[in-house]
Each structure stands twice: as C-alpha cells, then as structure tokens.
C-alpha cells in the first residue's frame, strides 16, 4: 500500500484526511507531536524519522551530506550508487522502512492506551534492517548464502557481486529466531 500510495500523495496521513473533509481530534505527527502529519512530514521531514534515516543513509555508506527528497527516494534515484543492481536493493530496503515507518505509526494511532502509544514510540532501527532482509530474500528467486553479520557490515556489497541479489541469511532473523542451527 505505502509503495503504490505514496507516489500519488494517497495515504491517509492526518493532513490528508483533514483535506478530505474527515474531522479527526489532531492533524499532529504521531511521533514528534510538533508538526502536521503530512506524507512528506511523516516518511522524510519528521525530527524522529529523520534521525532513522540517517542512520539507513549511514548503513549503506551515502555521502555525508546524502539528504534525497521524497519523490527521489520513491523513484529509486539515490544519485549514489552506479551498480544498478545495488540501487535496487537500496531502493527496495527504502520502501521496506517506509512501510516500516507506516506500520509503526499505525501501531501508535491505535494504541489502546496512552501509556501503550507512548511505549511504542521508542525507534527500532535493527527491526528495519531484519525486515528489509526478509523483503529481499522473499523476493528473489534465486538464493545465495549471506550471513546476516555481511548484511549488517555491507549491505551494497552482496548486490554488487550478482545481478539481481539473492539472499539466504544465516543467523537471527525475526524476534530472535534463528535458521543457522536449522541448517547445519
């Protein structure tokens, strides 16, 4: 939903509802609570969301000063990278923690309680990073051997040496399972 939505401006973020005449208690960002939730607020511009960004930008080793906008980022244009099959991937892990992000605002829009809402707002990096694993192995159709330390360490590298990337991780995955002992 969030891949195909977002180009065409069609979440139902705060501010868009509010466009659409829908009344709703605040238009606030569910995570920094200072500015209207926009799309471009809530997957880019947003002060906590940033800070994740920067470290997805800093995990897949981008210039210092690397800051795409949003119509960049949803077009696959990282201005980066020249492997195309590591832009590929790169794009893929940004959609992954773009869905990661609405997952989890969703998960504090509908929490049962203040203190539930306000115990989900801690920021969950590595989550994005097991997530945006599973996303690309699901996806590939053929499957080479990765430890997920590689992926952690380089993720840019393991496209680089095949086209398309493939992936079988060897090591935790979600929720602390793990497949190495399975596959011995």
């Excluded at 989900?120 to 051997?145: C, G, M, T």
Aim: proline share 4%.
């Amino acid at each position: 939903m969030v891949g195909s939505l977002s180009p065409l401006n069609r979440l139902p973020t705060r501010a868009n509802l509010t466009c659409r005449g829908v009344t709703i208690p605040s238009s606030v960002c569910l995570f920094c609570g200072l500015d209207e939730e926009s799309q471009l607020h809530c997957f880019l511009s947003c002060s906590i969301i940033k800070i994740i960004w920067r470290k997805l930008w800093s995990w897949w080793r981008s210039p210092l000063l690397y800051n795409p906008s949003l119509v960049d980022i949803l077009k696959e244009k990282s201005g980066f990278i020249e492997n195309k099959s590591v832009e590929n991937l790169f794009h893929a892990v940004c959609m992954t923690f773009m869905w990661h992000v609405w997952k989890w605002r969703n998960k504090i829009l509908h929490a049962s309680s203040d203190a539930e809402a306000i115990a989900i707002r801690h920021e969950d990096f590595p989550s994005a990073q097991r997530l945006s694993l599973l996303w690309a192995y699901n996806r590939s159709s053929k499957k080479v051997i990765v430890s997920w330390k590689n992926w952690i360490l380089n993720p840019g590298e393991l496209a680089s040496s095949s086209s398309p990337w493939f992936f079988l991780v060897l090591g935790v995955l979600y929720f602390g399972v793990s497949l190495s002992g399975a596959l011995s």
